[in-house]
């Protein structure tokens, strides 16, 4: 984690960039451009046309385009684009540069044959640090982590820990925590900067230190590291394997990324578009994002059509039930995907790991039964009045009753189900729930249409 | 930010913590208790009974209490329930030692009297400092700011600047920014701990400051300071009023909790649930919570019944016109939560301020041409092979198509109107769109039915 706030400034001067980059004078643009925090620099940056952006890798050493690079937020092919024009030899080095966890990010944006050309000709140490890190599986702790942390042995003084500390300062993501290892790099415990420097210079680092550190495996899920430090309020937490070897570290900054990536995730599958759309793509690449989804909900929705279809006799008697079908329908969806919301988010949150799971069941009965209850009651009066059958009101009433309660049920149990055999919840729950609350609710209230059918001709 | 790595554990031993509440046996509790992190203490705490609870109360300290009850996420009714418990004295003692902004948060659970009460009797200073923080709206930086900061005067160097910082620590929520304010207290830079680490003891506080100094003002929205946070990867930014005065900080553990309120609440809002459940609520609460939305969307829903109602003649003639009203209600329901989840979701990232927005329009309208096309050839070749009718299968195509078009269209319009009327987007979007899509859709659809009515009788 950078330790970005020294050098910000949200209202730079972008006129005088642009323009000393247009008179290619190196030492304005240098002297403005590199008083700006790297977030600033990436802004800044990313709003260049190719030629003044080729005037930036020759005022800027790639130490200080990898700085800027980290903070770059453009999809795949704007990461291979910016690359393309930048020197082979310029790009590696800035790769060399970047925090590892942040070149792992780029270089995972990249064909496997590109990535694999610039670690070739990248600093061989720090080509074989991020080769390690390309090892761990997308979405685990080993993906976001970063090996630039510090760690020390308990058997030294305060005074000793913090010559090391200052030492290393300007390389690591944090110097806020440090780690305390055995001789076989096992992670012994943690010590924060706040104690060594509350504490004498002589204090021996084992008094001090915590042994009861929290850390994480490399292979967690992201998400539960991110509700780790989220719930402990950490800055940091560090990844070992399975024999307790300290291997990286994950910085709250990382986290936050990984959380807002989750979010916008979750919201995205609510809305059935697998892959947030970034705003910037083409019409073709927006569709074909959610084309995949429209077509199986396309052909759902045939399924439920033909169900329909089976009754068209019953329909061509009493072409009145027709009208409500979308209403009973639509109710259905949206109980489901309102306590579907519900128990996606509890599982998010980790709130429903902590719950008695029947609780749940038996809450969104309870639930179902009062919404259904009422909401058929409004329902049944307003069908009556208007049309002025109370066979046609307590027909469409009673469905919508029945219809709430099992929709409720049904939107509750699929993510529980899911999440029970390891399926992500959010998964295509949104469009599966409606459709199934689709063939329940009218299968419900053709159901009952049969029944009342010699009161409604 | 509390610097809470020191102790933290995962799997403490609940038994022996049970069993010395229940034997009362104060030093094995506590011994084993104190050990834990804060967080761990309130996830021990919030499983217990009221019993087991009352023994807590005099096993602690006030002081002890306050960490424990900052990491305590429980709802209103529980907090409520958990001062009522304690004398009132030691939980305005437990009040005046945590965190301001964590004080904050738990007397804006309570009724304004009963507030105000603990108020009269906490220590004077504390109760001051909170009542200060009380004043600022909800969802504000104001509203998330703590007042425990350090703040220091250039004129001085890395020594007595690092002395400054060791004395106040303990109390300060992070020791990890310092904040440099002028005589009349105006924010005038910052410097991080790592660069008062790094530079000589010797050195002047005014060589390092840097005076471009990112801050929010007091009044700012909270999701804005968030994002900020998040950009620059800060680890805490100042807040200051109108005159550059700094009245405070916030945390990027603060800042996490906003992001996941945020998240939970555009979710929400998506699935029409307004204020997201927690899950341990009563079937009446959750049906109190979720009845508002069902009852509007049971009128929006008639709405569309009656539409349809005025083409009864019509489906009375050609019943099977009936069977894929909820295909093409659907589908225009699912293309238009597509588009509206895309552009919410580019508004709440700040993506789309950086975007042109009819760029953003013609790029929804290729999509819906692109996606219109395709599933309106899929579909009139399917239903033309199920029913053998060419004329119904153009008809069902033709209206896919011209809905998914204008479907997707208004998804993303209806938000970006809605942010540029100021109301947050998310608010009702996802219910209001389906039920707009409805009404197009079923225009549509008996439109072309009319048109094409010689052919399908």
Not at 402 to 413: E, N
Not at 425 to 442: E, H, L, Q, W
Request: negative net charge; charged residues 25%; glycine residues 4%.
């Amino acid at each position: 984690m950078p330790d970005m706030q020294e050098r910000p400034s949200e209202q730079y001067n972008r006129e005088l960039l642009l323009q000393s980059l247009q008179n290619e004078d190196l030492d304005v643009f240098r002297e403005e451009f590199l008083d700006l925090h790297p977030y600033d620099q990436a802004s800044f940056f990313k709003e260049l046309e190719e030629e003044a952006r080729s005037v930036i890798y020759q005022f800027l050493s790639p130490e200080e385009m990898a700085g800027l690079f980290e903070n770059l937020e453009v999809d795949e092919e704007e990461y291979k684009d910016v690359l393309a024009e930048m020197n082979p030899s310029y790009a590696a080095d800035m790769l060399s540069n970047m925090y590892a966890d942040d070149a792992v990010d780029v270089l995972n944006e990249l064909d496997k044959d590109q990535a694999a050309s610039y670690l070739t000709i990248m600093d061989s140490d720090a080509a074989q640090e991020i080769k390690d890190l390309l090892h761990y599986e997308e979405y685990t702790a080993g993906s976001i982590m970063t090996t630039e942390f510090i760690s020390i042995s308990a058997n030294q003084t305060v005074r000793s820990a913090m010559y090391i500390l200052k030492n290393e300062a300007p390389r690591a993501e944090t110097i806020y925590y440090v780690y305390v290892v055995d001789e076989d790099k096992k992670l012994a415990g943690v010590i924060s900067l706040r104690d060594l420097i509350v504490n004498d210079d002589d204090t021996m680092i084992a008094e001090i230190t915590n042994d009861r550190v929290v850390s994480v495996s490399v292979g967690e899920d992201q998400e539960d590291v991110a509700r780790k430090i989220k719930d402990y309020n950490f800055l940091a937490l560090p990844v070992v394997d399975f024999q307790n070897h300290l291997l990286g570290i994950i910085t709250v900054d990382d986290v936050m990324d990984v959380m807002e990536e989750e979010a916008s995730d979750d919201y995205s599958k609510l809305a059935a578009v697998s892959d947030m759309d970034t705003l910037d793509r083409s019409p073709f690449a927006a569709a074909r994002k959610r084309l995949p989804w429209l077509i199986i909900l396309l052909f759902l929705g045939m399924m439920t059509a033909s169900l329909i279809g089976r009754f068209e006799e019953t329909l061509s008697k009493v072409s009145i039930l027709a009208v409500f079908i979308p209403l009973i329908a639509g109710m259905a969806g949206n109980t489901g995907t309102q306590a579907l919301a519900v128990a996606v988010r509890g599982i998010a949150t980790g709130d429903l790991e902590r719950e008695n799971k029947s609780k749940l069941i038996f809450r969104e009965a309870g639930t179902g039964v009062i919404t259904g209850t009422i909401c058929g009651i409004l329902v049944s009066l307003a069908v009556w009045l208007w049309h002025g059958d109370i066979y046609l009101g307590l027909l469409v009433g009673i469905s919508i009753f029945s219809t709430l309660i099992v929709a409720t049920l049904a939107g509750a149990l699929v993510p529980l189900i899911m999440h029970r055999m390891k399926i992500d919840p959010a998964v295509a729950s949104g469009p599966f729930i409606t459709t199934i609350n689709d063939i329940i609710s009218i299968l419900i209230y053709f159901g009952m249409a049969t029944l009342f059918m010699s009161y409604l001709i």
